[in-house]
């Protein structure tokens, strides 16, 4: 096996549609086509959103579209963690905060971009 993982990541905020029918098929083709896992991440850290009926129709969905996985996680399982790793990064001066406007962030995504990048 690889070390491609593949992340399907829907949110339990509602009903999935077929963009994320599209994105999640790509997803899980391009791991298991370069012999890759498969995690299902569930994005369930909007708690005053999220609704566990929306993580079971996931999974039926899925399924429903032939979509396997080798792991599964619930976000809100994994905060400790998270958290934990923000803290580390914070404490050996790796993370800071943004004090960016809404606004700030905006104008950003039209700011001109350079042509240089490197493949992954």
Same mark, same amino acid.
């Given at each position: 096996?690889?070390?491609?993982?593949?992340?399907?990541?829907?949110?339990?905020?509602?009903?999935?549609?077929?963009?994320?029918?599209?994105?999640?098929? @790509?997803?899980?083709?391009?791991?298991?086509?370069?012999?890759?896992?498969?995690?299902?991440?569930?994005?369930?850290?909007?708690?005053?959103?999220?609704?566990?009926?929306?993580?079971?129709?996931?999974?039926?969905?899925?399924?429903? @579209?032939?979509?396997?996985?080798?792991?599964?996680? @619930?976000?809100?399982?994994?905060?400790?963690?998270?958290?934990?790793?923000?803290?580390?990064?914070?404490?050996?001066? @790796?993370?800071?905060?943004?004090?960016?406007?809404?606004?700030?962030?905006?104008?950003?995504?039209?700011?001109?971009?350079?042509?240089?990048?490197?493949?992954?």
């Amino acid at each position: 096996m690889s070390s491609i993982v593949g992340r399907l990541a829907p949110s339990p905020t509602g009903a999935l549609h077929l963009g994320h029918a599209r994105s999640f098929v @790509l997803a899980w083709w391009a791991a298991r086509a370069a012999k890759g896992r498969v995690v299902l991440r569930i994005e369930d850290l909007d708690t005053a959103r999220a609704d566990t009926r929306y993580v079971d129709l996931a999974r039926r969905d899925l399924e429903w @579209l032939g979509l396997d996985w080798d792991e599964e996680h @619930l976000q809100t399982h994994t905060l400790g963690r998270l958290n934990q790793a923000v803290s580390q990064l914070v404490d050996a001066g @790796l993370a800071y905060p943004c004090v960016c406007s809404r606004g700030d962030i905006k104008r950003a995504q039209s700011a001109p971009h350079s042509d240089d990048f490197r493949e992954v």
